[in-house]
């Protein structure tokens, strides 16, 4: 049995690890950024200083083989009232941690309850506020406003960060020495992966592990972060902070549908521009080129606060297991 273990948060996890549950033989672990600090996360964090529970309850949905409705409630989203932009699972996640005391026992609870196949671990313990320092000066604190306001590209990244030392939890340590492959992403570069690569002692532990890397490459590029990135700007990047090189980069070689693109810039208002597709421009023996891209139409969630910027360009769940399980089978 190959140990898979995934590297990311929110929407990018829940993709990958919804199509890896169903492949046989194989161990799952997730490890999810705790930087989260927007919507109903961010509401919780400020009010009961409780961990991110965000994206561990997308992790734990996409692993769950519990029915559709407990699903569905945990990904229940209140629309009125007090708890109105609130979603449950992430109130219950918050509830646990106060229960037990400890947000990983919580997490452990809410694995037996929705019946997961797999672990979901979060990446470190610590209280974790992502700073990002820009070449002419000026600090932005916090996630949310990283990923709503940091004109990365205008003014130059001199460094990203946390404000306090996050360390790496012994969980994911563990997870991560023993693991057979490794997936980094999909996800929001700078907001979803990047924060798990700089937990003090993840770079080191990467460095010992022998698993095998993979990289699916973003299908789209974020206005102010990553704009007219090509697939060699995402690889050359992720292996300065990984340390090492990757050992498969995963492409997409399908264009999304132009009622797509003219549906997401117009209803969504994701007015990215011209560079907002990933270009191909890498030639390298480790580059697997298939079909990944999903041609669903993703509903915004009534009450989302953020719902203006969330990806609705996405992968296929389906196809880029099926790509990955070609890989675990060599």
């Known amino acids: 049995m190959k140990n898979i273990i995934t590297v990311g948060g929110g929407t990018g996890s829940y993709t990958v690890l919804s199509g890896l549950k169903n492949i046989p033989d194989i161990s799952i672990s ?46 229940y989203r209140f629309t009125n009232g007090g708890l109105k932009g609130h979603n449950f699972g992430n109130i219950f996640l918050s509830a646990l941690e106060k229960v037990t005391g400890n947000f990983a026992e919580g997490v452990e609870i809410a694995s037996e309850i929705l019946k997961i196949r797999g672990k979901v671990i979060p990446i470190t313990h610590d209280s974790a506020k992502l700073s990002v320092l820009l070449s002419n000066g000026k600090l932005i604190e ?42 980094l992403g999909p996800g929001n570069y700078y907001c ?66 132009r009622s797509q693109i003219e549906y997401y810039r117009d209803h969504y208002k994701l007015k990215e521009g011209d560079g907002m597709l990933v270009k191909d421009d890498l030639e390298d023996k480790r580059v697997i080129r298939e079909s990944l891209l999903s041609h669903a139409f993703f509903a915004q969630v009534k009450g989302d606060k953020l719902k203006d910027t969330r990806s609705f360009i996405r992968h296929d769940s389906e196809k880029l297991a099926n790509c990955i399980k070609k890989i675990i089978e060599k």
């Open 30 to 75: 997730a490890l999810v950024s705790m930087a989260d600090d927007g919507g109903s996360t961010g509401v919780l964090r400020d009010e009961l200083g409780v961990l991110p529970p965000g994206d561990v309850r997308q992790c734990l949905v996409a692993l769950s083989d519990h029915s559709n409705i407990v699903r569905e409630l945990m990904n």
């Open 142 to 183: 916090g996630e949310d406003k990283i990923q709503s306001d940091a004109a990365i590209q205008t003014y130059g990244l001199k460094k990203i960060f946390y404000k306090k030392d996050v360390f790496l939890n012994k969980y994911a340590q563990n997870a991560l020495l023993h693991a057979d492959i490794i997936i």
């Open 192 to 257: 979803s992966l990047l924060p798990n690569l700089i937990v003090k002692g993840f770079k080191e532990i990467i460095k010992k592990s022998r698993a095998k890397i993979i990289f699916p490459v973003s299908l789209t590029n974020k206005l102010e972060h990553t704009t007219n990135w090509k697939v060699s700007d995402y690889v050359k990047d992720i292996e300065k902070y990984l340390g090492k090189p990757v050992d498969f980069i995963l492409v997409n070689t399908e264009m999304p549908s």
